[in-house]
C-alpha cells in the first residue's frame, strides 16, 4: 500500500517539485497546502502518512503549522523544507517534533532518504 503525503510550500513549482519526486517513487500525494493554516485543516481531514512542510510561507509558518499538527496528532510523522541559511529555525522545527529537513533546491535522493527515514521511526 502506498504512503498518502501532503505537501505543504508557499511555491507552486516547489509543491510540484516534490510531487514528481514522491510519486515517481511510489507514494501518493493526496493534497497539497500553501500555507500553514491549510496545511493543519488537510491534516485534521485527511490524517496522512507524511508532511513535507516548508519554514517559511505566509499567514501561518511552517513552525507554526508543525506545532498544531503535532498538538493534534503526536505521531504525526513532517519533514521540514528550508533554503540554506535557516539553521536556527531547523533547529526549532527539529525540537518541536520535526523528524528530519531537506534544503532546497531539492536534490531528488535527498527527499528520498528523508522520507523512508520518516517511515522507519
Known sequence: MSKNVLIVDDAPFMRMMIKD??????????????????AVEKYKE???DLVTMDITMP???????LKMIKALDPEARIIMCSTM????????A??????????????PEKVLEAVEKAFMQ
Not at 541559511?85 to 526549532?92: N, S
Not at 518541536?96 to 531537506?102: C, E, N, R, S, Y
Open 46 to 48: 485527511l490524517k496522512p
Open 94 to 107: 527539529i525540537q518541536a517534533g520535526a523528524i528530519d529537513f531537506v534544503v532546497k533546491p531539492f536534490q
Open 21 to 38: 519526486i514522491l510519486t515517481k517513487n511510489g507514494y501518493a500525494v493526496v493534497a497539497e497546502a500553501e500555507n500553514g493554516i491549510a
Open 85 to 92: 541559511g535557516q539553521q536556527a529555525m531547523v533547529i526549532e
Open 59 to 65: 499567514e501561518m509558518d511552517g513552525i507554526a503549522a
